[in-house]
Nanobody, 119 residues
């Protein structure tokens, strides 16, 4: 079964940047659309971005977020620029057939990586 592992989270000051990674622990990401989601305590999970099986991308939260796929490394990245305190959340990647902002469209999820934006 496909397993996803996120990395790259951490503590960063407002205005900084992070690049999160989503990698396959088993099998490969190449056959899946990969979405990034985030969830902060007390808030609903929201879609951040998604890259399709063919490499096309969709952003749901605007231009500070950039998703990309590196097939050679079998990794999907989420670049977050100009981080704000409200970006603080657990960021998870998920694999599905097609991109969607709804988490229910994805069948496999990683455990998430924590992003904390604070001075």
């Amino acid at each position: 079964q496909l397993q996803l592992v996120e990395s790259g989270g951490g503590l960063v000051q407002p205005g900084g940047s992070l690049r999160l990674s989503c990698a396959a622990a088993r099998y490969t990401l190449r056959y899946y659309a990969i979405g990034w989601f985030r969830q902060a305590p007390g808030k609903e999970r929201e879609g951040v971005s998604c890259v399709s099986r063919s490499g096309g991308s969709t952003n749901y939260l605007g231009g500070r977020f950039t998703i990309s796929r590196d097939n050679a490394k079998d990794t999907v990245y989420l670049q977050i620029n100009r981080l704000k305190p409200e970006d603080t959340a657990t960021y998870s990647c998920a694999a599905g057939w097609a991109c969607s902002s709804a988490g229910t469209a994805y069948g496999r999820w990683g455990q998430g990586t924590q992003v904390t934006v604070s001075s």
